[in-house]
């Protein structure tokens, strides 16, 4: 059974001007280039049709199970173009491995690590005039998934899945600066329970936290940040992004494993801490601690963390009855330099002392 995934290119690319036109102001999610990896899985036959392609819809039968039973998975991160030209992957054998844990719990297949990586490396290839210019933090955000593709209804694992990855360029998450958001501690609802699929990324997730969103918004919050769903009182992460808590006494806190996503970007800073004059810790953090912290000045920033924004600075914080904010209501200094150091390692400014770049062109 073959690896490699086979190209086939379009006859009708985006053309020229209008793909400049659109890498001239990307946004995010909105534009995608002209390719696309997919391959699919049989419980009889394994993975097979392993494809570049061009873009194009899937044709469904409307029983498929993913449309009833939400048997789905996805990844996300980005390729980044250097100012020489080159194109490089930042730690993907660690989304790799999210999605075959991922894969695991939602009793998908597991896609074997160098089909992940050959197929994303495989579609930015193809799609190589989408990356943005080097300069500013533009970058091609790419987007795997796997979904249950059979025909048919019951509650059981699917026995015919497709994986596919997309792609689009991304513009910088903080066209005019770097501002700081605010977080909605909910209590109504919950991301994750033990024993859920909290630690999964699999779009079930994220449905259920659209109602959450929504009630940020309500309050006047940019976004939501999650508890535990016991009632303990313990921070878990904001909707997409990990959390993260500086100390007066220069320490990082950041809520341990368990019912939260696993993020890169969070273990890219608990391994960069060190080097920036903070030790990492990873252990419950509670509500209560947050708030004492902020208002006797122990807890000096706090930040959230994912691919998409790398480091969102938090300045305040709002709940049932109360608000409050963290330092002066500003974007940190450590915060900050967190972001650079992880930019300019993801944009080859920084020595890559760890290996997590991986050159694609
Ligand atoms: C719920 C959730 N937490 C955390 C993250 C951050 O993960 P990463 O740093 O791998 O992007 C994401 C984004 O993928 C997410 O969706």
Not at 302 to 310: I, K, R, S
């Amino acid at each position: 059974m073959s690896t490699g995934f086979s190209l086939t290119r379009t006859t009708r690319p985006v053309p020229e001007a209008e793909r400049a036109a659109i890498l001239a102001e990307p946004g995010f999610g909105r534009y995608f280039t002209d390719h696309m990896a997919s391959a699919v899985w049989t419980a009889a036959d394994g993975w097979q049709d392993r494809r570049i392609r061009p873009l194009e819809p899937f044709t469904l039968h409307p029983s498929a199970a993913v449309l009833h039973y939400a048997q789905e998975i996805f990844e996300g991160l980005k390729a980044y173009r250097h100012a020489d030209g080159s194109v490089w992957l930042f730690r993907p054998e660690a989304n790799a491995r999210r999605f075959a844990r991922s894969a695991r719990r939602l009793a998908l297949p597991e896609l074997p690590e160098e089909d992940f990586l050959a197929g994303v490396m495989e579609l930015v290839r193809a799609d190589e005039p989408w990356v943005p210019a080097a300069g500013g933090e533009e970058s091609l955000y790419l987007r795997p998934f796997m979904f249950a593709s059979e025909a048919f209804l019951g509650v059981r694992p699917a026995a015919e899945v497709t994986y596919a990855v997309i792609a689009g360029p991304a513009g910088p998450y903080f066209p005019s600066g770097v501002t700081g958001v605010t977080l909605w501690v909910t209590t109504r609802y919950t991301r994750a329970a033990r024993g859920g699929t909290g630690a999964a990324k699999c779009g079930g997730n994220y449905a259920g936290s659209l109602a959450a969103q929504i009630e940020a918004a309500e309050q006047g919050c940019d976004q939501v940040m999650y508890l535990d769903s016991e009632g303990e009182g313990k921070l878990e992460e904001s909707g997409t992004m990990n959390l993260c808590l500086v100390t007066s006494d220069g320490r990082l806190l950041t809520p341990e494993l368990g019912t939260i996503l696993e993020g890169v970007t969070r273990d890219t800073i608990l391994a960069l801490a060190p080097g920036l004059g903070l030790t990492p810790e990873e252990r419950t953090v509670t509500l209560e601690e947050l708030r004492s912290g902020a208002a006797d000045g122990t807890i000096t920033e706090v930040f959230a963390a994912g691919t998409a924004a790398v480091v969102t600075p938090i300045t305040g914080f709002k709940g049932e009855g109360y608000e409050f904010t963290i330092g002066d209501g500003s974007p940190g200094e450590q915060t900050m330099a967190i972001r650079r150091t992880v930019l300019d390692l993801q944009y080859g400014r920084a020595e890559d002392k760890h290996g997590w770049l991986r050159r694609v062109l």
